[in-house]
Structures are given as C-alpha cells and as structure tokens.
C-alpha cells in the first residue's frame, strides 16, 4: 500500500505542479492586462483633460495676440486652469522655457518633448504622478508645451487591491489545487490498486491451489519411479499426476484465453448457429452430472430453431462456466434452470439457481480477472476466479451482454442477451 500512496502522492505533486504553473501564469498575464487597462483609461482621462486646456490656451493665446515680456516670454494674462484632479498644470515655451504654472510648486525640467511618463515626487509622501506632455500646435507651426499631471493614487489603491487579492487567492486556491490533486489521485489510482488487490489474491490463491498440486506430483512421481511392488498402487499415482496435470492445464489454458481474445470478434469468421441445438446438447450433456448431485436441471427451451451469427465453441464455453458454477453452488435437492427465449432481435439465455447465492457486496465485482467470492479458498469450490470473467469476455466479444442477480442464500440468475439474425 505504501507504493500507492507514492504513486497518489506524486500524482497530486505533478497535478499541483502543472495547474498551479498555469494558476499563476494567467493571474500574472490577467494582472498586467488589468493594469494595463486601467492605465489606459487613466491615460485617456488625462490626455481628454489636456486637449480641453490645450483648446482654452490657443484660445487666449490668438486674444492675446502674443503678449510678451521685457525676456521677449509669452505672457497669458489668466491662470491656467486647474481642476480638482490634477497636481499641476505647466506652459512652456517654444524654447522649452516655463512660462505659467498653476498647482503645486515642483521644481522639475521638462525632459520629454511628448508623451506620458510616470514620475515620483521627491518629497515626504513620495507621491506617484502620471504625467503628460504635448506640443501645442496653431497653423503648423509648436507655440508651446502643455504639461499636466495627475495623482496616480486611485490606480495604485486598486492595483493594490488587486495584489491583496491575488496574494491571498492564488495560495488558497493552490492549497485547493492540492486537495483537488489528492482526490483526484485516488480515483485515478482505484483501477490500479483494485487489479493489484486482485493480482494479489490471485497470486494468493494460484499459490495456494498449486503449491499441494506440485508437491503432490513430485510425490506421485518419486513413487512411481521405485519398483513397483503393486502395480495397480503404480497406476495410481500416474492417474492421480494426469488429473493434477490437468487441472494447472486448465488455468494455463483460461490465462492464454483471457490474453489473445480481446475485442469485439471479426463478423466474417462467424457462422450461422442454431442456438436451440447448441444449448439443447448442453443441457444433455449435464443432465447426467445434476442426476448425480440430486440436482433437478429443468431446460425451457423453444421448438423453433434460433439463429444467430458466432463461435459456436467459445460461446459454447460461456454457457459451461454458468452452468457449472450453477451445478457447484446450489446444493442437493436444488433446481437449475436453463431458459431461452427471443426479446425483440435479441437472443436471451438465462442460467437460474436457488443456491447459496452472492453477497450484494460482492456482485458487482464478480466479473472481474481473479475475483473470488468469500475469502475461504476450498478446493471443492474454489476456482480461479476466471469462469465468469472469461464468459464475460466471450459475450462481450459477440457484441452481446452479461449481467447477474442474486440474493444470499436464495440463488442467482445469469441473463446473456446476445444479438440474433434478422430475418
């Protein structure tokens, strides 16, 4: 189990790893989007603001026709206007020389001869302005310089509020991310761990089941090899190593099987069978072996012939599983039963019992590689745990279905619904 929770623990590692790299790529992109957005906006609030000044200047300025000092400076006989907004408002010269000045008093040079750039003011509270700068154009021909400026207080308070929210929200959902992974890990890994389970128990039970086989052959062979003193002692044993021999043939031969018949069957390898005949020669086949179990075996089977394309062998060996579990699981003085009967285009056979039943528990899983109802391994009773898989396989392989249902003690009933000819 410890190799599973290493496997689920790199899973939620590797799952955390790749969604949290994304997590923070797209909160790091949508971040820079977000403030780019609103720098935007703030910039187009602050170039509109400009272009109203600039339109009120050129205004005053053709009025004015040019008034100029002793220095030969433009004068504008009004101040600039300042709205609520902005922390200066400045006009420069043609000769980048500071004409008019309203707002606060900061000494600063005008170093660009356009365009925004954000400042710092070099005081206590170390205030961040945005500011923009533009020529002012009358008849072709640069009159001046406009330069405003406005606190970037409103976007940083958001911006803030944006990195508060992405500082607590990108690890909280990382920790989500995280549970989500480890969750997730254990049902990706449920499959994996129920066929190791499986795989396990099978180990178990192939070893317990061969482990006296074996041991029994060598015996019977070591014995059988000293000069017989009694010949009919001999012959024994060599009947006792064939029929051991046999039965490890025969979970050789259910592994092969369940390895190479994968998949649905190729439609033009199969034949046209009559399934009234093939189970009819199976119920006479058993009849004899319930006869001797005092089993009561009871065929219903119709008097027309039902066709259907398939592998008359393999589906031959989907009905000999049901009906030896159904032979070996129901006690003396018990029915089985054997129905056919057609359900629209589709051929339904049922294998019925009132034996011992299966536990709710385990009837889901009783299809299953390996599967072994019960943890009493007998050797009377016990197989492998590959018939019902291997019918299951068959059907499967005929385009057809299995399903079972059972109640303890009361018995079970097998439905195999497989597709038949259309006439």
């Given at each position: 189990?410890?190799?599973?929770?290493?496997?689920?623990?790199?899973?939620?590692?590797?799952?955390?790893?790749?969604?949290?790299?994304?997590?923070?790529?797209?909160?790091?992109?949508?971040?820079?989007?977000?403030?780019?957005?609103?720098?935007?906006?703030?910039?187009?609030?602050?170039?509109?603001?400009?272009?109203?000044?600039?339109?009120?200047?050129?205004?005053?300025?053709?009025?004015?026709?040019?008034?100029?000092?002793?220095?030969?400076?433009?004068?504008?006989?009004?101040?600039?206007?300042?709205?609520?907004?902005?922390?200066?408002?400045?006009?420069?010269?043609?000769?980048?020389?500071?004409?008019?000045?309203?707002?606060?008093?900061?000494?600063?040079?005008?170093?660009?001869?356009?365009?925004?750039?954000?400042?710092?003011?070099?005081?206590?509270?170390?205030?961040?302005?945005?500011?923009?700068?533009?020529?002012?154009?009358?008849?072709?021909?640069?009159?001046?310089?406009?330069?405003?400026?406005?606190?970037?207080?409103?976007?940083?308070?958001?911006?803030?509020?944006?990195?508060?929210?992405?500082?607590?929200?990108?690890?909280?959902?990382?920790?989500?991310?995280?549970?989500?992974?480890?969750?997730?890990?254990?049902?990706?890994?449920?499959?994996?761990?129920?066929?190791?389970?499986?795989?396990?128990?099978?180990?178990?039970?192939?070893?317990?089941?061969?482990?006296?086989?074996?041991?029994?052959?060598?015996?019977?062979?070591?014995?059988?090899?000293?000069?017989?003193?009694?010949?009919?002692?001999?012959?024994?044993?060599?009947?006792?190593?064939?029929?051991?021999?046999?039965?490890?043939?025969?979970?050789?031969?259910?592994?092969?099987?369940?390895?190479?018949?994968?998949?649905?069957?190729?439609?033009?390898?199969?034949?046209?069978?009559?399934?009234?005949?093939?189970?009819?020669?199976?119920?006479?086949?058993?009849?004899?072996?319930?006869?001797?179990?005092?089993?009561?075996?009871?065929?219903?089977?119709?008097?027309?012939?039902?066709?259907?394309?398939?592998?008359?062998?393999?589906?031959?060996?989907?009905?000999?599983?049901?009906?030896?579990?159904?032979?070996?699981?129901?006690?003396?003085?018990?029915?089985?039963?054997?129905?056919?009967?057609?359900?629209?285009?589709?051929?339904?056979?049922?294998?019925?019992?009132?034996?011992i039943g299966i536990p709710s528990e385990d009837l889901p899983h009783i299809f299953e590689r390996f599967y072994r109802v019960g943890n009493v391994r007998s050797r009377q009773t016990g197989g492998f745990g590959l018939g019902l898989a291997i019918s299951q396989q068959i059907i499967q392989a005929h385009r057809g279905q299995?399903?079972?249902?059972?109640?303890?003690?009361?018995?079970?009933?097998?439905?195999?619904?497989?597709?038949?000819?259309?006439?």
């Amino acid at each position: 189990m410890f190799a599973f929770a290493r496997s689920r623990r790199n899973l939620t590692y590797l799952f955390a790893l790749s969604m949290g790299s994304i997590l923070i790529i797209f909160a790091a992109i949508a971040y820079y989007l977000g403030t780019e957005n609103q720098l935007q906006v703030f910039d187009e609030e602050l170039y509109s603001t400009s272009k109203a000044i600039t339109a009120n200047a050129q205004h005053r300025l053709y009025r004015e026709r040019w008034q100029v000092n002793k220095d030969n400076i433009p004068i504008l006989g009004d101040a600039l206007p300042l709205n609520g907004k902005l922390v200066y408002v400045r006009w420069f010269n043609p000769q980048r020389k500071l004409v008019k000045s309203s707002g606060e008093n900061i000494s600063k040079k005008l170093t660009f001869v356009a365009g925004f750039q954000t400042i710092q003011i070099n005081d206590i509270s170390k205030t961040w302005l945005r500011e923009l700068t533009l020529p002012v154009i009358q008849n072709n021909v640069v009159i001046g310089y406009l330069q405003i400026a406005a606190p970037l207080t409103p976007l940083r308070k958001s911006l803030n509020r944006s990195r508060l929210f992405l500082t607590i929200g990108v690890p909280v959902t990382l920790g989500l991310i995280g549970i989500t992974g480890w969750f997730l890990g254990g049902l990706a890994m449920q499959p994996t761990r129920r066929a190791y389970e499986q795989l396990q128990r099978f180990t178990a039970d192939a070893s317990h089941e061969l482990r006296a086989p074996v041991a029994a052959v060598l015996s019977n062979a070591q014995v059988a090899l000293m000069p017989p003193e009694d010949e009919s002692e001999q012959r024994f044993r060599l009947e006792n190593i064939e029929e051991i021999a046999k039965s490890m043939s025969t979970l050789i031969s259910n592994l092969l099987f369940l390895a190479r018949h994968e998949g649905p069957l190729d439609p033009t390898e199969l034949k046209s069978i009559d399934l009234v005949e093939l189970l009819r020669s199976l119920f006479e086949s058993y009849q004899s072996q319930a006869a001797s179990q005092n089993l009561n075996f009871t065929p219903y089977l119709p008097q027309q012939p039902l066709y259907l394309k398939a592998d008359a062998e393999l589906l031959k060996q989907a009905f000999v599983n049901l009906l030896a579990n159904a032979c070996k699981y129901t006690p003396a003085g018990g029915t089985v039963k054997l129905r056919l009967f057609q359900r629209g285009h589709r051929a339904v056979i049922q294998v019925e019992d009132n034996g011992i039943g299966i536990p709710s528990e385990d009837l889901p899983h009783i299809f299953e590689r390996f599967y072994r109802v019960g943890n009493v391994r007998s050797r009377q009773t016990g197989g492998f745990g590959l018939g019902l898989a291997i019918s299951q396989q068959i059907i499967q392989a005929h385009r057809g279905q299995i399903t079972a249902s059972s109640v303890l003690g009361q018995g079970s009933t097998f439905e195999i619904q497989l597709p038949s000819d259309r006439n």
